[in-house]
């Protein structure tokens, strides 16, 4: 239900643009020509703009995925550390119980 609200919304966005755009041009205080000189100065310039839009995308894609390797090794390296810590922990409280039951044992055998 949400997906079909957001597209009427959507639809109804771009509407709203085509019209408005449209009465912009009908109701506009210059002339014809001036009107479409300006749209033909704006369709020039609109390839060396979406030239630098695409451009500054990939610099800002190319800075997160650099951010992104370096959390993503500083995350690595903190698990690896948990897990050797967790592996030293383990092995000495391996370490405690078979010094336990070597005791328990020499115990065992002092008093038979």
């Known amino acids: 239900m949400a997906k079909r609200d957001s597209g009427v919304f959507l639809g109804g966005v771009l509407l709203g ?24 100065k704006s369709a020039e310039a609109l390839p060396e703009l979406v030239e630098d839009l695409s ?12 951010s992104a390797l370096n959390q993503w090794d500083e995350t690595l ?7 050797q810590e967790g592996v030293e922990a383990a092995s000495a409280q391996q370490r405690q119980t078979l010094q336990s039951f070597a005791v328990e044992e020499e115990t065992q055998k002092t008093i038979d």
């Open 17 to 40: 643009t085509a019209v408005g755009t449209v009465m912009g041009l009908l109701f506009a205080p210059r002339s014809g020509r001036d009107t479409r000189q300006i749209l033909k």
């Open 55 to 66: 451009s500054s995308l990939q610099l800002q894609a190319d800075r997160l995925s650099v």
């Open 77 to 83: 390296e903190r698990l690896r550390s948990a897990l």
